[in-house]
């Protein structure tokens, strides 16, 4: 009897820790991480925070109308680590963006890889996270 409290309490133990094995958060399945698509436009909202930094810019589209694009980073904590902080980008600031575009074609960038980018206005890149 002993015995089997115990083989159950070890494996009920397993089951618990199985999760903590799997990556949290989600993949990059919506994008599409084989091309690429630059961007430039005018940064309208900057958002420094947690899960993911968001960048919202105004792209000139073909008939001259603004579009909204959302691009996002990576976590404020991990691009504090290379430089970024909350003043960082401005809205009114011009940028060029590079990232993987969402495979819907929605008006969405994802930047977390090392071929993705954000150039100022002075051709200045922005640290990578």
Not at 29 to 54: E, R
Request: glycine share 8%.
């Amino acid at each position: 009897m002993r015995d089997s409290r115990i083989a159950l309490f070890a494996v009920s133990c397993l089951l618990f820790l199985i999760p903590a094995a799997v990556p949290a958060h989600h993949g990059t399945a919506a994008f599409d991480m084989v091309g690429l698509t630059t961007i430039k436009g005018t940064v309208t909202k900057f958002d420094f925070m947690n899960p993911h930094v968001l960048i919202y810019v105004d792209v000139a589209g073909e008939n001259g109308k603004a579009e909204g694009w959302l691009c996002e980073y990576s976590s404020n904590n991990h691009l504090s680590r290379v430089g970024w902080d909350k003043s960082s980008l401005k809205v009114g600031d011009q940028v060029t963006i590079t990232g993987h575009r969402a495979k819907n074609r929605a008006r969405a960038l994802e930047l977390q890889c090392p071929e993705c980018s954000v150039t100022d206005a002075q051709g200045k890149m922005l640290p990578q996270g």
